[in-house]
């Protein structure tokens, strides 16, 4: 191992895009990090969260993350979760990081806010970071987590871009699950590229002939609020009419192409239980007054359904004795991700948010996507290339704050760095992993459904 120089040493929690860039800004200033990331791969939402059609995407994002994080400057230390293997705690008080820096994402869903609705998870109600989950591992022969049992006619409930891949996969699902009782053979990307209709075209079929409902999601908002498109600071009334009208052709483009049934200003109430399951949602009707949902009086109605799926969005999970302010990390200032009460930690990426979702802020300050619940589940190709693009920039910006907090700092010694290198050395061990980054990630990628199912793009 050798013994290390003075110099700083920074512990980065989480390897995706932001945890990764910061990894690759430090390790270029010549500072040694440790990326402690709880899965094998480093790949986070990239992985679980996009959607395994996006496949040109999700293999270039990831070859970014590796070439950032294969670095001498780097020490990877897979499969280890902060607050369970490795107590903040301890973290902070007893390893000696010159900095820590909190890239841990947002894996946690934001709740439906109907009291006493969660008593019914895996009952009829599912949330959408699981759900996104299995849908992108089921196909893996070594995938063994609990799976989801889709079924017609359920109820979404989002309208944010969160929810839009959730009602594209369980219409897919649906359509497939029927074709293969009819014993036509067909494929998930297909089915996503060409859409529906035209899929089911081709093999002589409309969806009438499947015997489907489709999915319904609801929205509290219009069709034309949803953020499917940005608009400019200040808009003027000729900009935001432009934008309804982008709104409503993109939204009646995916609604032909995968068929599902919507319902705007729609918001949930109350719930319908069964034999102890879910079996439905009571909705009140709303208005859109000056930019507020308005709940109307007298409207209320039931819709029964076999299962609710949660697209509302998603939250940083809480993690031991990190400060919470709401649902997200109690910093001292959201441009420098300082936490409250630990001037040495910083939190990065979705972990620290306000306001706003991706288009919104392409004006505010060029931040990564604001709203943690949009984070990972867009809409369009294009969004998700900006998310990354935005995400990187944020942990761009945030790593010249935390260089100079280093350059204030005293350096640490000789035997500092090395007491910390053979701690980390000793966990890689303990964790199965021998210091080659490259054959680590061969060696745990997961089969991929293009290659098992010989898809050609």
């Known amino acids: 191992m050798g013994h290390e120089h003075p110099g700083h040493y920074v512990a980065i929690i989480g390897g995706a895009v932001a945890g990764s860039e910061a990894a690759a800004k430090l390790s270029q200033r010549g500072i040694r990090c440790a990326v402690f990331e709880q899965n094998a791969l480093p790949y986070g939402k990239i992985e679980t969260g996009l959607p395994k059609w996006h496949i040109k995407l999700r293999d ?112 897919i699902e649906l359509v497939q699950y029927v074709l293969e009782k009819r014993q036509i053979k067909s494929d998930i990307l297909t089915i996503e590229k060409l859409g529906i209709p035209k899929f089911l075209k081709d093999v002589n079929l409309s969806f009438s002939d499947l015997g489907l409902k489709g999915c319904t999601l609801y929205y509290r908002r219009t069709i034309t609020d949803m953020p499917l498109t940005s608009l400019a600071e200040n808009p003027t009334q000729h900009d935001i009419e432009t934008a309804h009208r982008v709104r409503l052709r993109i939204f009646e483009n995916m609604r032909s192409k995968y068929l599902f049934s919507f319902e705007q200003c729609h918001t949930p109430l109350d719930f319908i239980v069964k034999n102890d399951q879910l079996n439905g949602i009571l909705f009140q009707k709303t208005k859109i007054e000056n930019g507020r949902v308005v709940p109307i009086k007298g409207s209320e109605y039931k819709v029964y359904t076999p299962a609710v799926i949660s697209a509302i969005g998603s939250l940083p999970e809480p993690i031991g004795s990190i400060p919470m302010k709401g649902d997200v990390y109690d910093v001292i200032d959201t441009e420098t991700g300082q936490l409250h009460g630990y001037p040495n930690v910083f939190a990065l990426g979705n972990a620290v948010t306000g306001r706003g979702n991706i288009k919104e802020s392409q004006v505010h300050g060029r931040q990564v996507s604001e709203r943690v619940m949009d984070e990972y589940l867009a809409w369009r190709e294009e969004d998700y290339e900006e998310i990354f693009k935005r995400a990187e920039e944020n942990a761009d910006r945030k790593i010249e704050v935390i260089g100079d907090y280093l350059n204030n700092r005293k350096l640490l010694d000789t035997t500092q760095m090395d007491t910390i290198r053979k701690r980390i050395k000793n966990l890689q061990k303990k964790l199965g992993y021998k210091g080659n980054y490259t054959n680590w990630i061969k060696d745990h990628l997961p089969q991929r459904l293009e290659r098992i199912i010989h898809y050609q793009d």
């Open 60 to 171: 270039s994002q990831e070859r970014k993350i590796d070439q950032k994080l294969n670095h001498p400057l780097v020490d990877f230390v897979p499969n280890l979760r902060l607050g369970k293997d490795l107590l903040f705690e301890d973290l902070t008080k007893n390893w000696g990081f010159s900095a820590i820096l909190l890239a841990t994402g947002a894996w946690r869903d934001r709740p439906l806010s109907i009291p006493g609705i969660d008593q019914y998870l895996d009952k009829g109600l599912y949330y959408q970071n699981p759900f996104v989950a299995w849908f992108n591992q089921k196909h893996d022969p070594a995938f063994n987590d609990p799976h989801f049992q889709i079924h017609d006619d359920m109820i979404i409930i989002g309208g944010g871009l969160a929810s839009f891949d959730v009602v594209k996969i369980v219409m």
